[in-house]
């Protein structure tokens, strides 16, 4: 069962738990606002949006749903995906991506999507097809309160855009 949403999700929720190495990538890239000023929800029980209209995007996802939302800190979140690769993910994939408390950035760097994709117990190649995806992640007790946004550009080896997914106002309370 694979899925590059979940994985992406991950990588848009893993930092919240640990400290990460920091190293700039180009936000000229990133969408953060849809030129023609609408929204586009990820279907399911998230707070996902992609970052543009996804017609054009390398990723279909069904649905994306987490247990619980919003997220807990100390608590086990579960992940829940559903979609379609609509071609092959290879070596050299990366994920921009940033991680804001606020107006405060915690985190702004471009890593390397197949390694990350350990995290979800996958590897790279992913061949284009239907993907599945259950995870739970142990978020940690020391997520500070308040307010988070984050997101997450992906692109193939060849700088393609695979999918933009970004959330806005996650908030943690005590």
């Given at each position: ?46 707070p996902l949006q992609f ?124």
């Amino acid at each position: 069962m694979r899925f590059l949403s979940a994985a992406s999700l991950l990588v848009l929720t893993a930092p919240l738990a640990n400290a990460a190495a920091f190293s700039i990538f180009d936000p000229t890239q990133v969408s953060l606002k849809p030129t023609d000023n609408k929204e586009y929800p990820v279907k399911g029980d998230n707070p996902l949006q992609f970052c543009a209209n996804p017609e054009s995007y390398k990723l279909e996802i069904e649905s994306v749903d987490l247990a619980p939302n919003p997220p807990l800190p100390g608590k086990k979140l579960t992940i829940s995906a559903k979609g379609t690769l609509l071609e092959r993910i290879e070596k050299g994939a990366t994920v921009n991506l940033e991680v804001k408390w606020g107006l405060i950035t915690l985190i702004k760097q471009t890593v390397n999507l197949c390694d990350e994709l350990k995290n979800v117990d996958l590897e790279c190649p992913l061949e284009k097809g239907e993907m599945i995806l259950k995870k739970e992640v142990d978020l940690p007790k020391q997520i500070p309160p308040g307010k988070y946004s984050v997101l997450a550009d992906v692109y193939n080896k060849e700088q393609k855009q695979v999918t933009c997914l970004k959330a806005d106002d996650i908030v943690f309370h005590f």
